[in-house]
């Protein structure tokens, strides 16, 4: 209990506080407390921004990862469209050509017949 009331004493004497806070080792403590404050608060800050443009790189190399995959797979669906079209165009073609070649040659060969 008297430790109580010497403490409830001394901190409710305003010359001794102002004593107190004025000597070097609280202005001290108090300087060293509000640096550390500031400078974790900028080290939070600075992580903080690290974080999110980490954050934003990442996003921006998935989509840029996702997009391009999928402009090379329609890339190859129009490559593999365009190919098939090709290959059944000179299909047909070839095929209409024999047809046409084989209708020649039989009317060559009737003109012929009709001749004799």
């Known amino acids: ?10 901190l409710n004497n305003e010359q ?5 806070a004025d000597s070097y080792p609280i202005r001290r403590a108090a300087q060293l ?12 800050e600075e992580k903080l921004e ?6 934003a790189l990442n996003r921006i190399r998935d989509e840029v990862k996702y997009s391009s995959q ?15 079209f090709f290959y059944l165009f000179f299909m047909n ?3 209409e050509w024999k047809k046409a070649e084989k209708k020649l040659e039989e ?3 009737l003109g012929e017949e009709k001749k004799k």
């Open 1 to 10: 209990m008297p430790i109580r009331a010497l403490l409830r004493y001394l």
């Open 16 to 20: 001794l506080i102002q004593k107190i």
């Open 33 to 44: 407390t509000a640096y550390f404050m500031h400078k974790g608060k900028e080290i939070g």
């Open 50 to 55: 690290q974080l999110k443009e980490t954050d």
């Open 70 to 84: 999928k402009v090379q797979e329609q890339g190859n669906r129009s490559l593999n469209r365009a190919n098939s």
């Open 93 to 95: 073609l070839s095929e």
């Open 107 to 109: 009317q060559r060969k």
